[in-house]
């Protein structure tokens, strides 16, 4: 059964700066991806980030939110992925917070 996993992320960045470092983020997600088994797109409108990634048949849609104090992340995950959601959920934070460390601190 599919399942919605939502992540807030906290921050203490403008909200110029948390998009820059979220975009090069994504960049990096792109890059690496090799071989063509995953496909990403993605759309900015304002503040919000529309996302899709599709891999060996599966996708993950998603949508990010930069707010003034954090990032909010929904992911509208398919049946097989739904089964490790928190695990995905802890890696999402996890590496959210590392991405958006205040590193000029």
Known sequence: MA???KVDIPHKLTREAARQ???DGFGRIRSEATG???KFE???TGDRLDFR???MGQSVVGRLDILDDHIHVELD???FLAS????LTGKIQKEGRV????KSA
């Open 3 to 5: 399942e919605t996993v």
């Open 21 to 23: 470092r979220i975009t």
């Open 36 to 38: 063509g088994m995953l």
């Open 42 to 44: 993605d759309q900015w």
């Open 53 to 55: 990634a599709r891999m």
């Open 77 to 79: 995950l398919p049946g």
């Open 84 to 87: 490790i959601a928190g695990k």
């Open 99 to 102: 991405l958006l460390e205040n």
